[in-house]
């Protein structure tokens, strides 16, 4: 009995000790299920593997990819493209289409890092950069996104200093856009937050289901702006002929200009009202001489409407 004691005690402090070594060698991390039981690593396995390409002649770009890509213009004579890992960048005719890697889900047992028990995690992916030359127009831009949560920052798509003829845009991440011209339609879906800056386009849908919009600065002829359960604001826009914004859940708030052409109407069913600081409902003219029409409704939200000084 006292033999088995003796073991046992002495068992229990090489078990001790070698538990204290193993957390010390940063052995506190969690184990996770992925075809099989891992030890996850300090890394995080994020795949920073660099590549870059050049490519000629490009007029569109088609994104296929679950992870962040900037499109950008720079001082580069031809199209350039820096990526990372997996993903794939190809050229058909004037067509660059970049595709992500299929990103598939683990499991981990949280025993020590984590709050316990189970936990999906997914792997990151560094993002993708394609600079434009400053000189070329593009003709259309085309973007999906199914995965929002492996990105390395906040935006998934991110346009600056473009021009271009179209941008459509759906999934999961945010949207963000400055300084960019799309001459023809700008279109976009999906849950992410939507931030248009300074810009200039013809005509526009914007819908998120439940991110914010955020505009500030930009001038357009015609806008439509649909959100489920998010908030819409924006600072005075110039416009040429309408700005129609609604919100399923969500306030409204923004800025306007006013002269005599312009004619605004709010409306919301559940939700306070304020037009100019005034609970009015309508402004101006709807039948005026080339008028600039404003209409923002909510189901469930309040709309406040200043006039720009």
Not at 27 to 33: D, E, I, K, S, T
Not at 163 to 188: C, E, M, P
Not at 210 to 217: E, I, N, R, T
């Amino acid at each position: 009995m006292k033999r088995t004691v003796i073991i046992g005690v002495s068992t229990m402090i090489i078990g001790l000790i070698c538990f204290a070594l193993g957390l010390g060698n940063g052995g506190n991390r969690p184990v996770y299920w992925d075809h099989g039981l891992s030890v996850e690593s300090s890394s995080r396995s994020v795949d920073k593997t660099p590549h870059s390409q050049q490519f000629n002649k490009v007029k569109r770009i088609k994104l296929t990819a679950a992870h962040a890509v900037k499109i950008q213009r720079g001082d580069v004579s031809s199209v350039h493209v820096d990526y990372h890992g997996k993903t794939k960048v190809t050229q058909t005719g004037s067509q660059l289409v970049v595709a992500g890697p299929q990103v598939h889900t683990r499991w981990r047992i949280a025993i020590f890092g984590g709050s316990g028990g189970f936990e999906a995690v997914a792997p990151k992916t560094a993002g993708t950069v394609i600079t434009i030359p400053k000189s070329t127009k593009l003709d259309a831009i085309d973007a999906h996104s199914d995965e929002d949560g492996h990105n390395d920052n906040d935006d998934y798509f991110n346009l600056t200093g473009l021009t271009v003829g179209k941008v459509s845009y759906s999934g999961d991440g945010d949207l963000s856009i400055q300084r960019v011209h799309v001459t023809d339609t700008l279109t976009t879906s999906g849950i992410g937050d939507v931030n248009l800056s300074k810009s200039q386009f013809d005509k526009a849908n914007l819908s998120s289901d439940v991110g914010d919009v955020d505009l500030k600065s930009n001038t357009f002829n015609k806008l439509d702006i649909k959100s489920d359960t998010g908030d819409i604001s924006f600072n005075p826009q110039v416009i040429k002929q309408s700005f129609r914004a609604y919100s399923d859940v969500g306030d409204i708030d923004g800025r306007i200009y006013v002269d005599k052409r312009t004619h605004v109407t709010l409306n919301t069913d559940v939700g306070d009202k304020s037009l100019f600081g005034h609970s009015n409902s309508e402004y101006g003219l709807e039948n005026g001489s080339h008028p600039v029409n404003y209409r923002f409704s909510t189901d469930v939200g309040d709309i406040t409407i200043n006039k720009a000084s």
